[in-house]
């Protein structure tokens, strides 16, 4: 899975696009309409824009003194979180990167550091 991520964050596909001809009374659709060709996501994130972001969900949860935040802090040990708290962390960057983290993975996140790894190597982070 690794693996995947990694050549999916380096891989570009040209996208091409044709002006789209209008005529009044006519569509002509014969080589003049909008194509685009094999373009899954348009641009990946970069990891200073990941780590911007996820400090910054961390910090404005409720809950955590924005001081104490970093990019190696753990949730439940250095911000005395519980369990509840830290899925909310979760649900809040799943919002904030209009992506879905399976339970299984989410349940296995529970520092800035690896939310940040996860979200980095996400192909459709946004």
Do not use: C, W
Not at 38 to 58: N, Y
């Amino acid at each position: 899975m690794a693996m995947r991520a990694a050549i999916l964050r380096h891989i570009r596909i040209p996208v091409r696009s044709y002006a789209l001809e209008f005529k009044p009374r006519e569509l002509n659709l014969s080589g003049g309409s909008l194509m685009r060709f094999m373009s899954s996501h348009d641009e990946h994130l970069t990891k200073e824009e990941v780590v911007e972001r996820v400090l910054s969900v961390v910090k404005s949860f409720p809950k955590v003194d924005p001081s104490a935040v970093t990019t190696d802090v753990h949730f439940q040990k250095d911000l005395g979180l519980d369990s509840l708290d830290n899925v909310e962390i979760v649900m809040a960057l799943e919002e904030e990167f209009k992506l879905e983290i399976p339970d299984l993975e989410a349940d296995k996140i529970d520092s800035t550091g690896l939310a940040i790894e996860y979200i980095y190597n996400h192909p459709m982070a946004g």
